[in-house]
Structures are given as C-alpha cells and as structure tokens.
C-alpha cells in the first residue's frame, strides 16, 4: 500500500498542494441490487429489496485551476438507504485534449486511503500525454477525506498536532514509549468515535466503490476505466467484484492482497499480515548493499562494501537510541531518534534514494560529534510543509482502514505482532507492526467488503507490480494475479513503491496500449525499471 507512515498535508491552493499519494515518495449492465445480493459477504437487509435503488448524482461542473472542472455530487451515507442522509463528494477532472478521438473517462486513484484532490494538478502532469489525450481524467476524495464530506476529530490541523504530540512519533520504542502510544491513541479513538458515529460506520472502501459507480454513471460512462496506485489497487479490486460487468480498462499498480488485507489471521495487525515488514527490510537491505557498492559521491553514507554500510547503519540506529539528534535548521528542527532513523529512508521512491542517505549521513556526523556541511544546512533549510487549508487529519485514513481490516482489540497483542516482526525483519517491523494500533479502539464499520474475490469481470485487468516493491510485495502480486478470474500481471523488474512513481518505459508502453486498445502485454512479460539506484 502507500506508504502508511506518511499522511497527504496539502498546501495553499490545489495548484501547490502536490501531496504522497500521487508522487509515492516525495510523487456492467447492472446497476447496484438494493439487497447487496453480490455476495459482498454481508447479510442482505430483508427489508432493503423494497428500496430503490441509488440513482446517479446529477454534477454541475464549473472551472476552477484553469483548464480543470470541478463538481460536488451528492451521494448516500448508506447506499441501502438511499433516501437517507446523504454525503458530499468533491470530483475534479481534465477533459481529453484530442476530443474528436475521445475514449471516455479515466478514474485514478493514487493510494492511501487518502485525499486525491490536493495533489490532482500536479499529478497531471506527469499523466501521459497519449492517456490525456483519449481520456478525461477524472479524481475525486472518496467519501470521510478532503473536500468530501470529512472524518474530523479536531477543530484545526494543529490542535489534533497538539494533542497527538503526547505520543511518539513514527512507532514508539521501549516500555515508556508504548505507555505513552496506547494511551494517547485510546483517547484520540474515543474522542473521533463521539463526533460522528453514524459517517465511520460508512468510509470503507466498499462504500467508496459505490460511491465510483455512481460516479461513472453520472459522466456518462457504461463501463469503468480506472488506474489505481498502492492502495488504489484494493479499491479497484473491490469494484471489479462488486460490478464484474462494468469493469472496461483496469490497471492496477502496485497491488494490495484484498484476502490478506481483509481476513483475520494469527491475531496479527493488518501490515504485519500484509508482510510489509519482510518486503521492506529485503529492500532496506539491498539499498544499504548498494550504497555500499557505490562511492560516496554516488551515495553519501557508503562506507566502502555492503557489510561495512549495513553495519554503519546498525550502528547508527544505537547511536539515535541512546542519544537523539537534532536535525535542520531553525525554525524547522526535528529531534531524531531511532524511529527517525528508520522512516528517513523513502524506500517506496529509487529517485530519493540519494538524498536519503545523504540525510543518513548527517545523523551519522550529528550522532558522533561532527559537524555537517553548510551545504547540508542549505539543503535542510525551507522544507517546512505550507499550512494546509484543508484538514487532512491521521482519523481520515484510520477510518478507512479500520473498518476495511480486522485488527487486534487488545493493544498488547501489538507489542506481541512487533516482537515477531522484528525477529523476522528487523527494524523494518516496527513501523508496520504499531501503525494500525489505534484501530484496537476504533468502532467497527457496517460496509466492509470481504470477498468473494473471483468474480468474472466484463473485461480483463492488467496489473503491474516492481519486483522488490517496499510497501506491497511482488509475491502478493502474483497472488492477487492468480486470485483474480480475469488478470495479467507485467513484472518491472527493479525497486520502489509502483512502477508509476519508479518509470520503467517499457511498462508504460504495455500500459498505454491496454488503456487505449484494451491489448493486454504477452504473459510472462518482464520489463526493466528506467532508473538504476545510486548511478
């Protein structure tokens, strides 16, 4: 999935706010049963099958960041109840710039869960040309994120800020750490429970899925064209099985494990069940093995083989324990332990990879004494992220989460989950192991979606994955390949968090030709990644 350490803060206007869910890294003839007869493993309302069904919201596009469009529809909170409350979502769009060859519309979602909006414009841009010019690019904040209507536990970005600040940041270490962890996010659970119960029964993906119908429906689409990233994967999953005959172009990059994520197993948290863990200390690992094959112009904390890097970065990771360093410049530092330590590094991005270790090697310096360049200084100096104006909130993306993804109820079982990860993966397992911790006292949602997942759909799926992705392994890509009834996978062999966020050019041009012509790439294709880590 993406990166879970990392929440989109968007920035001032849309055209600035460029946010982690877009850039990873630094970038059927059917409509919906009232009953949910498509066995989404729910028992269906006796009472439901009397109800009409949703109709598609009416969208009243008006300009807005020059050449975009953008529409507030209106949908049900319970799509079993659709004369119900009802809940806004916030859509933009491009139209396709060769009209007289238009293909339809595109749906993207870029990971998460999170806001999609913020970092839409910018995203744009590095959307293919050929896929602008054929489609109209089409973004919306699923319902519970951004300028939807919004899971909000806080008045202000900064007093949740405030208040999350009694726990420490990333994951915590050792027992002081975990008192203060559980505690802090028991009482963030209880406060977000109390402000809007009756929107966290209904922000699952599920509901996000139909809530994408309706909006296919109401540009006019019959069937769904739709590219999803990391988490945008689990989201496309979950539509082809729920609308298998209004499934059109599907590409899926970067995949998610929709059994994995949404079965209980071993009373493990979801990530550690995921293997996010053992995926990112095999990456973490060839990254310090590179580093240290490379020169420290190529890549700054080198120190001369891969043992000798993986052992400077060991103990590196003692050092931060022991003694935490202050990192940056005033006003913008930052006190960096070993979680610091641990979540510096942007696996999920090979472009960031040498500025990663250039960071790394500032806390080596920092840790033994040394001073850091001024050259460092500058580089640290200005990155404070611009206040957002809209709330972007930790509960937006726990809401989706936990209601999607069974997760222990007893905090310790998540002290337990990290002991094994680490014996498995090493510091890697912290983050994974902790991250969905908060779910123990999150209520439970009325919508999840658990299966089945091999529902013939109308046409077939492509899926990309990298090879050593940090975040969703390339083995549970095979696995969703084979899980899915209509999927091809296409390999990139190479690293990072999908292969839209770490290029490979013949990938794109297999995903190019599907989107435009439906072709799916020869089984068994292997392409390379464009980039190599520390040249």
Request: aromatic fraction near 8%.
């Amino acid at each position: 999935m993406t990166d879970h350490r990392r929440l989109s803060r968007p920035g001032t206007t849309r055209a600035r706010r460029a946010t982690v869910l877009w850039t990873a890294g630094l970038l059927a003839a059917v409509s919906l049963p009232v009953a949910m007869s498509l066995s989404d493993g729910r028992a269906a309302a006796p009472t439901a099958v009397s109800e009409p069904a949703p109709s598609a919201p009416a969208l009243s596009w008006q300009s807005c960041d020059g050449d975009f469009q953008c529409a507030t529809a209106r949908i049900p909170l319970d799509h079993r109840n659709p004369r119900g409350r009802t809940v806004s979502v916030a859509v933009m769009r491009h139209r396709a710039t060769d009209t007289a060859h238009r293909i339809g519309s595109l749906f993207v979602n870029g990971g998460g869960p999170g806001a999609q909006l913020a970092g839409f414009t910018a995203a744009y841009r590095h959307v293919p040309a050929t896929w602008r010019a054929r489609y109209d690019i089409v973004a919306f904040d699923p319902r519970g994120f951004g300028e939807s209507t919004a899971v909000r536990c806080f008045p202000t970005t900064e007093a949740e800020s405030a208040f999350l600040s009694a726990a420490p940041i990333g994951f915590p270490v050792g027992a002081r750490e975990t008192s203060a962890w559980v505690r802090t996010w028991s009482r963030f659970a209880a406060r977000c429970t109390k402000r809007d119960p009756d929107l966290l029964q209904h922000v699952s993906t599920a509901d996000v899925a139909r809530d994408m119908d309706l909006l296919r429906q109401a540009v006019g689409d019959p069937t769904l064209n739709y590219v999803g990233l990391s988490y945008g994967t689990l989201l496309g999953t979950t539509y082809a099985n729920l609308f298998p005959l209004k499934v059109g172009r599907m590409a899926l990059d970067g995949n998610v494990d929709p059994v994995a994520w949404t079965q209980a197993s071993g009373g493990l948290p979801s990530f550690v069940r995921e293997g996010n863990d053992q995926a990112s200390a095999e990456v973490l690992k060839d990254f310090l093995d590179l580093c240290g094959k490379a020169s420290t112009a190529a890549c700054a904390f080198s120190a001369g083989t891969p043992a000798a890097t993986r052992a400077k970065y060991d103990t590196l990771l003692r050092r931060l324990r022991q003694h935490p360093v202050t990192m940056g410049t005033p006003p913008d530092t930052q006190t960096c332990g070993y979680a610091c330590g641990v979540l510096s590094i942007p696996l999920g991005s090979v472009a960031a990879w040498p500025e990663a270790a250039g960071l790394l090697q500032q806390m080596w310096e920092k840790s033994s004494g040394a001073s850091t360049s001024s050259a460092a200084a500058k580089r640290r100096a200005g990155t404070g992220t611009p206040s957002p104006d809209v709330y972007a909130g930790r509960e937006q993306f726990l809401a989706t989460v936990c209601s999607d993804s069974p997760n222990p109820r007893d905090p310790r079982a998540y002290e337990a989950a990290a002991r094994l990860a680490y014996a498995r993966s090493g510091p890697s397992a912290l983050d994974p192991a902790w991250a969905t911790e908060p779910c123990a006292g999150w209520p439970l949602g009325k919508d999840r979606y658990a299966g089945p997942w091999n529902r013939r759909t109308a046409n077939p799926i492509l899926l990309l994955n990298n090879t050593k992705d940090p975040a969703t392994s390339y083995r549970k890509a095979v696995t969703v390949s084979r899980t899915l009834a209509r999927a091809r996978l296409l390999t990139v062999d190479g690293y990072g968090h999908t292969v839209f966020s770490n290029p490979s050019s013949c990938a794109l041009e297999h995903e190019t030709r599907y989107l435009l012509t439906g072709a799916l790439p020869p089984a068994d294709t292997v392409c390379r990644q464009d980039a190599v880590p520390f040249s």
